[in-house]
């Protein structure tokens, strides 16, 4: 396979910016696929090149794959980088790439059809011998069904969208009753978001935590880059990560992490991924729950702890170069944290508030990096997602950690719009942030006794 020489990059704000500055530094040509929206961003200021692919709707821009195939053609692209979101777990989109003689930054479409159907891919996961939650086999075929194996496995269960992602498509039920409703609901939800209303079921762990681990693959060997804990969510949405997880003793994180280079060599998976697990603090029991065929927001954080590039490593391996690393070779320094910071209004129930960044400045000094496409004067769009940077530190212990990232909260400025910075603040004084005792819906039940 040839070696990239012009990489297009098919994505918007800090993770278009990430991945444009490491073809840089590869000596590869950059170039910024922009919408009439972000004409003015950061991702096109920097860019060696860059080309307009439509309207300000990501339907019309980063979500038109005959745009996104057509700037390729007339930029001389010989590659494309997907980031995360939009196009980039779209199998579809993926085989037109290559298709056009062009190199996908990512795992072959095959794997992405594979992986990305909820239920396919924990029967991948089965095969290969990873612990998956118990739940139904395959998709369900009616509420009946969904009734017949939530008693079979007990109550409490979740109803989940087989095409799903984000937080959608997703049902409690705690009761025959509630999964027939759930089971509707669910259903209606998933085939809106993702054209599929496919629908599986699985025990629902109370008061779990979501850990996740970073692999990389070449198509025959892979190797991990230890784990990320990612239990501080909102609504399902992952505000808060910290690598290494240190609610994990050393046997049950050996035995985490072989798991995910066993599933990720099982379906000769090409470039960065990650395999997400729950994890049951009372039992030490993880299950796999899904895999992400693309590079994930929260990538700084291992690369903060083993020191590594993950966005340089998936291109190299996916332009056909082998694992630039040995698992002997990775080792994990330290403890990283990253916030995301979104342009929304935490005491207006997190409404998002786009327009323009008046002025920002944002914390710096020793183990604090920013990844952030948000310059003064920069107006953010209402288009998109409101996430607007992310912060992230690095200190020798997790306790370290938490006052760098203390610090760093209260350094960083930014005058208009609102924003979460204060949010997190509020989190730092919390008891149980301090003492890492953590899960999945803590911000719920936090909110809930306030």
């Known amino acids: 396979m040839p070696e990239i020489k012009r990489l297009l990059v098919t994505n918007r704000g800090e993770i278009a910016v990430r991945v444009i500055r490491a073809a840089q530094e590869m000596g590869i040509v950059a170039i910024a696929a922009y919408s009439d929206a972000d004409e003015s961003s950061l991702a096109v200021r920097i860019a060696d090149e860059a080309v307009n692919i439509g309207g300000a709707h990501a339907k019309k821009s980063y979500l038109n794959a005959e745009a996104l195939l057509e700037a390729a053609k007339s930029t001389g692209a010989d590659g494309v980088h997907p980031g995360y979101g939009f196009l980039s777990e779209n199998a579809e989109f993926a085989r037109a790439v290559t298709d056009a003689g062009l190199v996908w930054i990512g795992p072959d479409a095959g794997t992405i059809e594979r992986m990305g159907h909820k239920a396919q891919a924990i029967a991948t996961a089965r095969a290969a011998g990873v612990p998956v939650v118990p739940g139904s086999d395959g998709l369900l075929t009616s509420a009946d069904d969904a009734v017949s194996v939530a008693r079979r496995i007990g109550y409490p269960v979740l109803l989940k969208a087989a095409a799903g992602g984000g937080g959608r498509g997703i049902r409690i039920a705690g009761t025959d009753e509630e999964v027939d409703a759930a089971f509707a609901d669910a259903r209606q939800e998933a085939e809106a978001s993702f054209g599929d209303g496919g629908i599986y079921l699985e025990k629902f762990i109370a008061r779990a935590r979501h850990i996740e681990v970073q692999v990389l693959g070449d198509g025959t060997d892979a190797v991990h880059f230890f784990e990320r804990d990612c239990s501080l969510q909102r609504r399902r949405q992952k505000v808060w990560e910290e690598a290494p997880a240190a609610i994990l003793d050393e046997a049950t994180r050996g035995a985490l992490c072989e798991s995910a280079v066993a599933l990720t060599r099982s379906v000769g998976y ?113 288009f998109y997602d409101s996430l607007i940077g992310k912060l992230i530190v690095w200190a020798e212990t997790r306790e370290q950690a938490l006052a760098r990232l203390e610090r760093a909260l209260r350094e960083t400025e930014i005058a208009a719009p609102a924003t979460t910075l204060p949010f997190f603040e509020e989190l730092l004084a919390e008891d149980d942030v301090r003492r890492n005792a953590l899960h999945t819906t803590w911000i719920e039940q936090r909110t809930e006794n306030q």
Do not use: K
């Open 270 to 382: 090409v470039g960065a991924g990650t395999i997400e697990y729950l994890y049951d603090s009372d039992t030490r029991a993880f299950y796999f729950i899904e895999m992400n065929t693309r590079i994930q927001v929260e990538h700084p954080i291992t690369e903060e702890i083993c020191g590594v590039d993950l966005i340089r490593a998936m291109i190299e391996v996916c332009q056909g170069d082998p694992l630039p690393y040995r698992q002997d070779d990775i080792a994990r320094r330290g403890h990283s944290i990253e916030v995301r910071i979104n342009a929304e209004d935490p005491a207006q129930g997190f409404r998002p508030a786009p327009g323009t960044v008046e002025t920002v400045s944002w914390a710096q000094g020793p183990g604090v990096r920013v990844d952030s496409m948000a310059y003064s004067g920069y107006r953010i769009p209402p």
